[in-house]
């Protein structure tokens, strides 16, 4: 893990270089000063799910992130922002050890009309857990389409991604992932929202590492009282694999997972600057035609942070 510490060190200090640079007392052409952003938070994860999958979202454990943003009106239709974010995840048990991560990313967003935005981003993130490695780096770039009407709000998205792999048998892939999401406002912290998305990812080096994702998830805010809502949700996540051989399927067939994950949280803070707080409780109903890979559990995740 020496050479990820020491890229992530590297990188972090190129990314906080580049937002002191832009946070200095400097005026974009137009007049307007830099904008600058920050968050961070503390978060904890405790799951029934033991299996050894690369994707953290089955893991437990306890981490902290942030992220820095400075965003510079380029005109009065044309923002540019550029973000750095690093966290640190320390998973429960000796099987995984601590992952520690960086990014950084470059942001153009374009009023195209008073109800229609463009977006392009450009992001390289270092060391993340993905479905089918523990630690892997990403380049990306993404395009989306954003229309807004009335209460009525409607995204679309692809994203074009390479990932290099941190470990012992290393390599590389590359793929794509679309996105949409529509979102209801009903009223002030009251929405429906529902989102898809599609991925692939393809890799000559490792065909295991090779996969199809689809997820489908609805959720809905309801205030509750001052600062406080509930959202309950339901998420629907499928995936296979191009070469990997189901365990204990009597066809032999590669290996295809599913689950189907009820969820409840409740959310507490502001949209805006200021502390916010979330509480979440799922149980996820899983399928798989490997026998390693069938078991349904309970999740819980705790979160607390600022916004600056």
């Known amino acids: 893990m020496h050479h990820a510490k020491s890229r992530f060190s590297h990188l972090a200090r190129l990314g906080l270089a580049m937002l002191a640079f832009l946070a200095t007392p400097v005026?974009?052409?137009?007049?307007?000063?830099?904008?600058?952003g920050a968050r961070i938070e503390a978060f904890g994860v405790q799951s029934d799910l033991t299996m050894e999958d690369g994707d953290d979202f089955d893991s437990s454990g306890f981490g902290i992130r942030g992220d820095v943003s400075a965003t510079v009106k380029a005109s009065a239709r044309t923002e540019i922002t550029i973000d750095v974010d690093a966290g640190v995840f320390d998973y429960e048990g000796d099987?995984?050890?601590?992952?520690?991560t960086v990014g950084a990313a470059l942001a153009?967003?374009?009023k195209l009309s008073d109800s229609v935005e463009l977006r392009v981003r450009a992001r390289r993130v270092e060391n993340i857990a993905v479905?089918?490695?523990f630690s892997a780096d990403q380049t990306s770039a993404a395009a989306r389409l954003e229309w807004?009407?009335?209460d009525n709000r409607i995204r679309v998205e692809g994203e074009y991604r390479e990932r290099?792999?941190?470990?012992?048998?290393?390599?590389?892939?590359?793929?794509?992932?679309f996105s949409a999401q529509y979102n209801r406002r009903i009223g002030p912290y009251h929405w429906f929202r529902i989102d898809a998305r599609a991925e692939k990812m393809s890799s000559d080096d490792d065909t295991r590492r090779s996969f199809d994702r689809r997820v489908v998830e609805m959720k809905y805010s309801l205030p509750v009282a001052k600062r406080l809502r509930l959202r309950p949700?339901?998420?629907?996540?499928e995936w296979a694999y191009d070469d990997r051989v189901a365990v204990g399927d009597p066809q032999g067939d590669l290996r295809e997972d599913s689950y189907v994950a009820p969820a409840i949280e409740l959310a507490w803070g502001r949209d805006g600057r200021g502390p916010y707080a979330q509480a979440s409780a799922e149980y996820r109903f899983r399928e798989s035609n490997d026998?390693?890979?069938?078991?349904?559990?309970?999740?819980?995740?705790i979160k607390l942070g600022y916004r600056f």
């Open 164 to 177: 290099e792999y941190d470990t012992v048998d290393q390599g590389h892939s590359k793929g794509y992932r």
């Open 95 to 100: 099987s995984r050890g601590t992952l520690e």
């Open 27 to 36: 005026l974009a052409a137009n007049g307007d000063p830099v904008e600058i």
């Open 148 to 150: 807004t009407q009335g």
């Open 233 to 237: 949700s339901v998420e629907y996540r």
């Open 291 to 301: 026998t390693r890979y069938t078991q349904d559990g309970a999740r819980v995740g």
């Open 131 to 133: 479905l089918e490695a």
């Open 108 to 110: 153009v967003t374009h």
